[in-house]
T-cell receptor, first 115, second 114 residues
Framework: DQQVKQNSPSLSVQEGRISILNCDYT??????FLWYKKYPAEGPTFLIS?????DKNEDGRFTVFLNKSAKHLSLHIVPSQPGDSAVYFC??????????????FGKGTLLTVNP | EAQVTQNPRYLITVTGKKLTVTCSQN?????MSWYRQDPGLGLRQIYY???????DKGDVPEGYKVSRKEKRNFPLILESPSPNQTSLYFC?????????????FGNGTRLTVT
């Protein structure tokens, strides 16, 4: 049972436009969400995160939105740049009670930003 | 430079030949974990360690062993590798076992078992 779902395997956008990557989750115990970016031949790198007590977190060109009632989060990249072309993983964790810090990852979305 | 170092980067082996993939971090992190990445399946956790001498199974532990004798090292051991363990493996660490602390990943080890 996939608890974190990224239903779009790929997304292509033009440079300068907005990229919107979506993620849905099923586990209501998840209370912390992260996005990772992965280039070929490298490990994933942390991009941005959001706690369930917030509905928005912004860091430069990157904004993550969380809709708890819909169990949905999205990553907005504005403006998109060719260097943003990578695989983006959505991840979630349930941290209450100090339990195992286990991240559950989605399958990833390949973003291609065309010049 | 703060980093997670995995070795080797690439490994081709035969079924049944024991191998070890090493992982070392220089950030004094308590938490370390191993993931495998497979096409269409994303990243799945194999084993994790909350601290020295404390390890536990993740989602796909079958066929793997780990040890955590020192804080900085967390080797992944395949006692008898099989072709279904052909995958891209990532080691990761974090400075907290709980709470929203992002994982730092190594650059991966691509393992092929023939």
């Amino acid at each position: 049972d996939q608890q974190v779902k990224q239903n779009s395997p790929s997304l292509s956008v033009q440079e300068g436009r907005i990229s919107i990557l979506n993620c849905d989750y099923t586990n209501s115990m998840f209370d912390y969400f992260l996005w990772y970016k992965k280039y070929p031949a490298e490990g994933p790198t942390f991009l941005i995160s959001i706690s369930s007590i917030k509905d928005k977190n912004e860091d430069g060109r990157f904004t993550v939105f969380l809709n708890k009632s819909a169990k949905h989060l999205s990553l907005h990249i504005v403006p998109s740049q060719p260097g943003d072309s990578a695989v983006y993983f959505c991840a979630a964790s349930a941290n209450s009670g100090g339990s195992n810090y286990k991240l559950t990852f989605g399958k990833g979305t390949l973003l291609t930003v065309n010049p | 430079e703060a980093q997670v170092t995995q070795n080797p980067r690439y490994l081709i082996t035969v079924t049944g030949k024991k191998l070890t993939v090493t992982c070392s971090q220089n950030m004094n992190h308590e938490y370390m974990s191993w993931y495998r990445q497979d096409p269409g399946l994303g990243l799945r956790q194999i084993y994790y360690s909350m601290n020295v001498e404390v390890t536990d199974k993740g989602d796909v532990p079958e066929g793997y062993k780990v040890s955590r004798k020192e804080k900085r090292n967390f080797p992944l051991i395949l006692e008898s590798p099989s072709p279904n363990q052909t995958s891209l493996y990532f080691c990761a660490s974090s400075n907290r076992a709980a709470g929203g602390s992002p994982l730092h990943f190594g650059n991966g080890t691509r393992l092929t078992v023939t």
